[in-house]
């Protein structure tokens, strides 16, 4: 099992910048790929970003490419998103998520981070 814990919410106005942090603890040896999801008010959970654990190719959501930027410290079992130009409709909880080795999808869950954007 691997626990998952976020940090670095925040309140913003638009076009300001936030990174967020997300501390894996636990099983992290059989971590294989990490990931950001948002949720706003309302609406369904969607996804932000992922990177593997051991290898280099992220993906983005095109709401948020060329603006968040993944990266992981697998030294100190972190994983950032670090996000720029923010925008309103960037107002959600953020997610960290952790698929794990032997299983089928995300089922390792952060507790989420605030994130309000401000106009």
């Known amino acids: 099992q691997v626990q998952l814990v976020e940090s670095g919410g925040g309140l913003v106005q638009a076009g300001g910048s936030l990174r967020l942090s997300c501390a894996a603890s636990?099983?992290?040896?059989?971590?294989?790929?990490m990931a950001w999801f948002r949720q706003a008010p309302g609406k369904e959970r969607e996804f932000v970003a992922r990177?593997?654990?051991?290898?280099?190719?992220?993906y983005y959501a095109d709401s948020v490419k060329g603006r968040f930027t993944v990266s992981r410290d697998n030294v100190k079992n972190t994983v950032y998103l670090q996000m720029n130009s923010l925008k309103p409709e960037d107002t959600a909880v953020y997610y960290c998520?952790?698929?794990?080795?032997?299983?089928?999808?995300?089922?390792?869950w952060g507790q989420g981070t605030q994130v309000t954007v401000s106009s």
């Open positions: 998520a952790a698929w794990a080795v032997g299983r089928s999808g995300f089922d390792n």
């Open positions: 636990g099983r992290t040896d059989s971590l294989l790929i």
């Open positions: 990177t593997p654990w051991r290898d280099a190719v992220i």
